[in-house]
DNA sequence: CCGACTTTGTGCAAACGTTCACAAGGGCGT
DNA sequence: ACGCCCTTGTGAACGTTTGCACAAAGTCGG
């Protein structure tokens, strides 16, 4: 299974490794243009990512020779490529699902708006929520997706919802014609294939975080394995062992 | 540059990329404790955590051999280990630094709480906010990151600020001793080596999205690579070019 | 016009991660 | 006690990602 995808203006494919770093570039590019520099060497634009200047140039030649050797890339040709290679030229009509404080974070982050995203619209299925305005967004009734999707030609959802009803709310965008989701809910999205899901866990990162900082603490303890209370067999052997599937 | 950590049980060491995974896998177990499942397999597992069979098994191997063969995993015993090994055992007080909406929605977050995480302090800079109750806390001065980090040992700091502000806040966290950062503001940090920052970047999801979004769609449009107005080089050849670093 | 200097773009090798396929090992029925 | 069946744990092959080191290619001063 190859990752590589194949680019629009018929260069080979580009790496994922690489994709995932592009927005950081696009970002640092801004920040320069913002300064009023012209052009950006490896070296600079690459201490600003904060990753390998070999790296950097790697994943730049993939899209293309757009740099100048001896010099460096114009930044706003290269905020260009990379936009187009990311496809952010384009409109991107997100619906946001779950206006609850993290959907409420979403509607008013400011870089959501401001590189080709728009709030198509903020959805909840609590009546005392839907109604009120947020963000210069009148809250819809969760009934809505599928004639948001279908009206705004919708294809990123962004599930904002408590894990209880992602799944549900992640069946409706899938069934409306949504291809693309952002899901925000602590648990694992069941989607047919074609459909791409990404996950942002807040609980996950500060697992990751809380295991490297154990590993610093704890420099020796070597307990010899002991900890557990008692045989792990017979601990609790009743209970149906019934073989369900996934757990809900 | 190895990736390895060693491990506090004395064993070898164990893979980032498995380590990514655990919180995911002990999610699902939890899930599957919940459901009073005693044992589950390999495969069981691996689906339910949206992962290969396989490449669960490589993991949990790192851990040890906490499986039974023909049998499968013992649900309880595995939370357990899992968690030990991710430092879940212990307690972890976490400073949230930023009440804005996203500051709220982690002091909200229930799994914050209920795996070993708790919200040492909710701080803001923004007067009007200082002093109101969210999640139980009384939102602190931005004042008191010192006197919180060094009176409750916080290891451990969430920076949910505007960008202009995150790179202050990260500084004096680091000054005061924390080592482990969680950042949600939309800028690269600059920390000193020794200091562990993860960062959680909503635009950079949606932008990842949209990519693939594109490729989906753009199944052949093959523009001939136009689309730049004129010559990058004489663009805005104007502006001054001093080689400044990293702009603010 | 030329030579020194700078910076890009990339071949290559090593590190890392994933997946297959299967031997090793344990439970369970008889 | 024994053999069948199931599932783990892992060796080996393969694909991906990283980083070094350097040739290629451009600028700039004289």
New interface residues.
């Given amino acids: 299974m190859s990752r590589r995808?194949?680019s629009?203006?018929?260069s080979q494919g580009i790496p994922e490794a690489t994709?995932?770093r592009?927005?950081?570039y696009?970002?640092?590019l801004y920040?320069?243009a913002?300064?009023?520099?012209?052009?950006v060497s490896s070296d600079?634009l690459a201490?600003?990512?904060?990753v390998n200047s070999a790296k950097l140039r790697k994943d730049l030649s993939h899209l293309g020779s757009?740099g100048?050797r001896g010099v460096g890339y114009?930044v706003?040709?290269l905020v260009?490529?990379v936009s187009?290679?990311?496809?952010?030229?384009?409109d991107?009509p997100?619906l946001i699902v779950g206006a609850?404080?993290?959907g409420?974070?979403?509607a008013?982050?400011g870089?959501?708006a401001s590189?080709?995203?728009r709030v198509a619209a903020l959805l909840d299925s609590d009546p005392d929520v839907v109604g009120t305005e947020i963000a210069g967004h009148a809250v819809g009734s969760a009934d809505q997706i599928e004639s948001v999707v279908a009206r705004q030609g919708v294809?990123?959802g962004v599930i904002a919802t408590p894990a209880g009803s992602a799944q549900d709310v992640c069946d409706r965008l899938v069934a409306a014609g949504v291809?693309?989701?952002?899901n925000f809910a602590?648990?694992?999205l069941n989607v047919p294939s074609g459909v791409?899901v990404?996950k942002?866990?807040?609980?996950?990162?500060?697992?990751?975080?809380?295991?490297?900082?154990?590993?610093?603490?704890?420099v020796r303890?070597?307990?010899g394995?002991r900890?557990?209370p008692d045989d792990?067999?017979t601990?609790?052997?009743?209970?149906?062992?019934?073989?369900?599937?996934?757990?809900?």
């Fill in positions: 995808t194949v629009a203006n018929g994709i995932a592009l927005p950081v696009l970002r640092v920040a320069f913002e300064q009023d520099v012209a052009t600079e201490a600003a990512a904060g757009y100048t114009d706003d040709y260009y490529q187009r290679e990311l496809g952010l030229t384009q991107w997100v609850g404080n993290l409420r974070a979403l008013n982050y870089g959501f590189r080709g995203f294809s990123i291809t693309s989701i952002l602590p648990m694992v791409d990404r942002v866990d807040l609980s996950i990162e500060l697992q990751i975080l809380a295991f490297h900082a154990q590993r610093r603490s704890v303890v070597d307990t394995d900890g557990w792990p067999a601990l609790h052997a009743t209970s149906d062992v019934a073989g369900r599937g996934v757990p809900a």
